[in-house]
């Protein structure tokens, strides 16, 4: 376990901090908890490469002291894709948002999760578009508020463990902000498996979602994430409509397939007697 | 010295033409002429009229298409209906014997022989009708030498198919000889 | 010296020949006519000497990727036509703002919109310079042979890692599609740059956006290398983090352009041709080049005294030379495949010194040397 300072010290640009986020805002649990993972892994720093899109969420690798590419919107995994193929022994791990992730990356996401290459998919998800200024995301449960949804929101939401799950992807976990222990342990095995993983991490975003949906204050968004998450191994112990409010934390996926750089890597043994 | 020459190649898609052209493109580089080749490239090329060209100069080559063909082949009605008024008024007309031939045309030279017949029943496959051709087109014009052609077709074909197209070459050189099927100009 | 290979070689393969003479070792990309070739080819060929290819889920995602190849360290490249040109905007602009070196290959068809998938267009002169956002450096270059296209593809890597900075090259579904002769150069011919990259001592001090003392261009360290650096979209200050200040992102997009507006001399190519006595000049570029050629070589036969000139950098434009030109020569004619688009640059530099007419062919075909010819006695 390391003291916080320690943890700063070693994985943070200690000089550009303070961060741009609002007060109350998650997401600086969710980059800690990242950086932990990485310190317990006992990665190489030199071979770690952080890679994000544009939003709130995707400020973050500007603090984290890695190789860092902070890309343009919903873009991030198709260049976190280059970088892996080009230099496979890099660590990548993808930092992004609900609306860079799902929205206008989505067709990103399922690519990257298809072939399964090897990157860590890290989703803040705060359920809206906070850079912006608060409109509704594929995230934004139906029937709640945002300033583009001044009379609630008639889109569904995506469930993004489905989607990644769907699409072929071979780690999929769900935490949250509050569940920090359990987050960190998560990212932890989703960087450890070979192949495309995603975490679903739920933050909160009191300035923009919970003002326009009355969710209170930060202290009592994170005390919804506390009440209201229910870890996957205890599903079946409630009955159906106590389920009904909540949702779901916890591992749902850890399989191994087939990675992409691996089976590019067999293509390149393949030709190398017609190298001249 | 060969003086600029323009041949154009037309029939329906997957007769093998821009294979044809290219063929003979490497032919004349072979030669140490110059050579461009370039083809209509769009969904006809999988289908319907198309058309391969090839320009042979031993001066540099500026226009890389075929302005007022020198040559012009045609294996389908379609394609004679649509590439006829692009043939040069001293050029020369190779068509297949299927092809209706408007003789009321001024055209200076036209040769009208049996190629498709020749490629699928006495060479054997229907596919070998574009190296029938060019076989015929150098015996009527001498742009590219014989070797040449015979070293360039033997480059491309795919393995295994050599004796087949050497033989399709061979009779498209025997056809040139064959006076029936010569007509004297229409004028 | 070795005897240079002969050979018949299309367009679209000598840019991806050039491209593997010039070091390239990733390509990503989506598959569009006219350009599916290059993709093609370097699918096959990039494994060969140990490089990636990848297709990619759509336009935007190939050259996306390409960039983040080269923020490994290789030289890399992506290709594309028209509407995925389009697609592409956003990102160039990211690669030249980012200072990232990149290959973009767009072999012009005929739009807008799908347009005529299939057929030779010159209407994205304009696109290349302005297509991105904002200000920004702009390379662009177009060849007028399959020699040519070998040539400029080894060029468009070297400035492109000369000057950290994404390199457009706008071949036209003329000279991407026809196969001619090639004389291949040896490599002990070919110059090839290399990106100038830190050493590794200066790891712990490493600034990824400052230029050594007098120069433009930052040394570019690769990820994976130690140097722990943050690259951006955002106006940025000298390690690469994002700013707001109002001087610092002036002074940024001030080098960025410096790197180009610098070096024109370096940068831009040209060709002239029967200039002793020319009295009119036609200005071609790409296919079209070869019409003019021919129209011209006509004119002189029948006594018209035009000159020619090939523009082979398309951009930066080649201002100087045309300014100089423009004082002699007081009838200049732009033939290209488009409405008006590269002869509104050459009526901004010759100003009112000489008459510039336009000959615009947008119906998928080529002009024909017949066009420009009668276009010639129609101006004479």
């Known amino acids: ?276 | 010295m060969v003086s600029r020459k323009e041949i154009r190649l037309s029939g329906s898609g997957g007769q093998g033409l821009i294979l044809g052209g290219i063929i003979l493109a490497e032919a004349a580089i072979l030669d140490g002429n110059n050579a461009v080749q370039s083809q209509s490239y769009g969904p006809e090329a999988r289908g319907g009229a198309s058309k391969a060209e090839v320009i042979v100069s031993s001066k540099a080559i500026d226009y890389p298409k075929v302005e007022k063909a020198d040559v012009l082949l045609a294996l389908t009605q379609i394609a004679y209906n649509k590439y006829i008024n692009t043939l040069d008024s001293n050029g020369i007309l190779i068509i297949d014997s299927t092809i209706e031939h408007d003789h009321n045309r001024n055209i200076h030279k036209v040769i009208q022989a049996p190629i498709l017949s020749i490629a699928s029943n006495k060479v054997g496959r229907a596919m070998v009708a574009n190296i029938v051709a060019i076989g015929l087109i150098q015996q009527l014009t001498n742009v590219v030498t014989k070797n040449s052609l015979e070293t360039a077709v033997l480059n491309r074909v795919p393995k295994g198919t050599e004796k087949l197209n050497k033989s399709a070459l061979l009779e498209g050189y025997q056809l040139a000889k064959n006076k029936y099927y010569l007509e004297a100009a229409s004028v | 010296m070795n005897k240079r290979q002969i050979k018949l070689m299309q367009g679209n393969e000598a840019c991806v020949e050039g491209a593997l003479a010039a070091g390239i070792k990733f390509y990503a990309g989506y598959p569009i006519t006219p350009s599916t070739e290059i993709a093609e080819l370097c699918a096959e060929k990039l494994p060969q000497v140990g490089g990636k290819f990848i297709q990619m889920e759509d336009e935007i995602a190939g050259i996306a990727a390409t960039i983040g190849g080269s923020l490994t360290g290789l030289k890399s490249m992506t290709a594309t036509s028209g509407p995925g040109f389009s697609l592409k905007q956003e990102n160039i602009g990211y690669a030249a703002l980012a200072e990232i070196p990149c290959v973009i290959v767009n072999v012009q068809r005929a739009g807008p919109s799908t347009g005529l998938p299939t057929a030779p267009s010159q209407g994205d002169i304009m696109q290349a310079k302005w297509g991105t956002h904002g200000d920004h450096p702009v390379i662009a270059l177009s060849p007028t042979s399959v020699r040519e296209t070998y040539d400029l593809t080894i060029k468009a890597f070297n400035f492109s890692e000369k000057y950290r900075t994404p390199v457009i090259l706008l071949l036209d579904e003329i000279i991407g599609h026809m196969r001619e002769k090639v004389e291949i150069p040896n490599s002990d011919e070919i110059e090839i740059i290399d990106r100038l990259k830190p050493s590794v001592e200066d790891a712990d001090e490493y600034m990824a956006y400052k230029p050594k003392k007098g120069e433009l261009v930052p040394p570019m360290a690769a990820f994976g290398e130690g140097f722990n650096f943050h690259v951006t979209g955002l106006m940025h200050d000298d390690f690469g983090f994002p700013t707001n200040d109002a001087n610092i992102s002036d002074q940024l997009l001030r080098r960025i352009m410096k790197k180009i507006d610098n070096n024109v001399n370096d940068i831009t190519m040209y060709e002239e041709e029967f200039m002793e006595d020319a009295e009119f000049l036609v200005l071609a570029y790409g296919g079209t080049y070869r019409s003019a050629r021919s129209a011209v070589k006509k004119a002189r036969l029948l006594g018209y005294k035009v000159g020619l000139f090939k523009a082979l950098t398309i951009w930066p434009f080649p201002e100087k030379r045309i300014r100089e030109i423009s004082n002699k020569i007081k009838k200049i004619l732009v033939p290209e495949m488009n409405l008006g688009q590269y002869v509104l640059e050459v009526e901004r530099v010759v100003k009112n010194e000489s008459e510039v007419h336009h000959l615009g062919k947008v119906n998928g075909e080529a002009i024909t040397p017949e066009e420009i010819l009668s276009k010639i006695r129609e101006v004479l």
């Open chain 1, 1 to 276: 376990m390391n003291t916080g300072s320690q943890l700063i010290k070693n994985n943070f640009r200690v000089e550009k901090l303070p961060h741009i986020w609002c007060p109350g805002c998650g997401h600086g649990i969710l980059m800690r908890a990242v950086t932990e993972a990485i310190e317990n892994l006992n990665l190489d720093k030199k071979k770690v490469c952080i890679v994000s899109g544009i939003g709130c969420s995707s400020r973050a690798p500007g603090y984290m002291d890695f190789n860092t590419l902070h890309t343009t919107h919903g873009r991030a995994l198709a260049f976190a894709t280059g970088i892996k193929l080009a230099k496979p022994e890099l660590k990548v791990i993808v930092i992004t948002g609900d609306g860079d992730c799902t929205a206008i990356g989505g067709n990103h996401l399922i690519h990257a999760a298809r072939r399964n290459i090897d990157i860590t998919t890290i989703v803040f998800n705060n359920n809206i578009y906070g850079m912006t200024g608060g409109q509704y995301s594929p995230t934004t449960p139906k029937n709640e508020f945002g300033t583009t949804a001044p009379f609630g929101n008639i889109d569904k939401a995506f469930d993004v463990c489905k989607l990644a799950d769907g699409a072929g992807a071979t780690y999929v976990a769900r935490g949250t902000a509050y569940h920090v222990k359990q987050l960190i342990k998560l990212v932890e095995k989703g960087i450890n498996n070979k192949g495309f993983s995603l975490i679903d991490a739920i933050s909160i975003c009191p300035t923009y979602y919970g003002r326009k949906n009355k969710k209170g204050l930060a202290v009592d968004m994170m005390n919804y994430l506390k009440d209201n998450a229910v870890d996957v191994k205890a599903v079946k112990k409630f009955q159906k409509e106590i389920l009904e409010d909540k949702f779901v934390i916890g591992e749902f996926k850890n399989t191994t397939e087939p990675e992409y750089t691996d089976e590019y890597n067999k293509i390149l043994e393949k030709v190398k007697h017609l190298h001249k």
